[in-house]
């Protein structure tokens, strides 16, 4: 700075005026030390600007890995509108859900000096009885639940798995069958409690509950099991991917979708459309949830004291997996 200074013939404090974008230096001035700034290869230090400001621009994003469709897709949201707001956005997946790897996480983004990291990943990881969070570290929890410790972004998880069972049952299907995600998912676990109570106040028989881990290779074994079941005409999936097994498994064993069983998935992703037949699922609106996320850390950043759990509606989208039901069951006919 004092060699820009000398080579502009002007003090170093114009210089940080000008580095700062300060209106008040006059454009002849500011001409200048932008000209000696080149002619130097001058930058200004933006970790030291920001260490002497308290505000580094950056988030930090934990996650339990970049497999599943929703943690990619929420990541990619969050990562996108942090980028229109200037922040940049560091990465750490987790390999394994242990204590010792989040206070890790945690550790590291404190030394990379962020403002605020985004957790998708199940709270129940962060002991805060055993981590020591930054003071000025601002934290939001996606996906999951907080106990009233962190602000909440997450889909209505609910709300999208009563809309799927709702729409099974309009079609005239006694009863729903469900292949839930692992019992250790919050999601999961939301989708199917709401199955098993929108079936029981409807006064339907609740099926044994089938679990996968979210891949098309447990839907495929659900899907077998499921095949075997003569009264089973409706199924209700916990997410897209199970779903394509489902229907793999079905077809292998005789049994028609939609004609025999409706199958309804979660998630809508690019795919489901050109799954033979074309999946009818619960869209869930990533886009929104990330976006919903950044505005909850920049309203911490501002001040502001952000409690409690938003939540983002799904939608039906109708393809052609399911149909109304005849009320003959396979056995039957």
């Not at 339990?64 to 922040?87: F, K």
């Not at 390999?95 to 199940?122: S, W």
Request: hydrophobic share 40%.
């Amino acid at each position: 700075m004092a060699d820009v200074a000398q080579l502009a013939g002007v003090s170093s404090q114009t210089v940080s005026r000008v580095s700062n974008g300060d209106s008040a230096v006059v454009d002849s001035t500011r001409e200048k030390v932008l000209a000696a700034m080149k002619e130097l290869g001058y930058r200004p230090n933006s970790a030291a600007r920001a260490l002497k400001r308290g505000d580094f621009r950056a988030m930090g994003v934990i996650t339990m890995g970049l497999s599943s469709t929703g943690n990619v897709r929420t990541l990619e949201a969050i990562a996108g509108c942090a980028a229109r707001e200037g922040y940049a956005v560091t990465l750490i997946p987790l390999d394994a859900p242990t204590q010792d790897n989040v206070k890790g996480a945690f550790t590291r983004l404190d030394e990379l000096a962020v403002d605020a990291v985004a957790l998708i990943m199940e709270v129940h990881l962060l002991d805060t009885a055993s981590l020591t969070l930054p003071p000025h570290v601002k934290v939001v929890v996606v996906d999951s639940d907080s106990s009233g410790r962190f602000p909440v972004v997450d889909t209505d998880q609910r709300q999208g798995a009563r809309t799927a069972v709702r729409h099974l049952l309009d079609l005239g299907h006694r009863t729903v069958w469900h292949v839930a995600g692992p019992k250790e998912s919050f999601a999961a676990g939301h989708r199917a409690a709401a199955w098993e109570e929108l079936l029981l106040q409807e006064g339907r028989t609740v099926p044994p509950l089938l679990r996968g881990d979210w891949t098309p290779d447990a839907g495929y074994e659900a899907g077998l099991r499921l095949a075997d079941e003569p009264d089973c005409t409706a199924v209700f999936v916990a997410n897209d991917h199970m779903a394509l097994g489902v229907l793999r498994a079905l077809h292998e064993r005789g049994r028609r979708v939609p004609e025999d069983v409706s199958v309804v998935g979660f998630d809508d992703i690019p795919d489901s459309g050109s799954f033979i037949p074309p999946l009818t699922t619960v869209r869930q609106d990533f886009a929104r949830v990330g976006q919903l996320c950044v505005d909850a850390i920049l309203r911490e950043l501002r001040g502001e004291t952000l409690m409690g759990t938003t939540l983002v509606p799904t939608d039906l989208v109708e393809r052609r997996s399911t149909a109304r039901y005849t009320g003959v069951s396979p056995q039957e006919g």
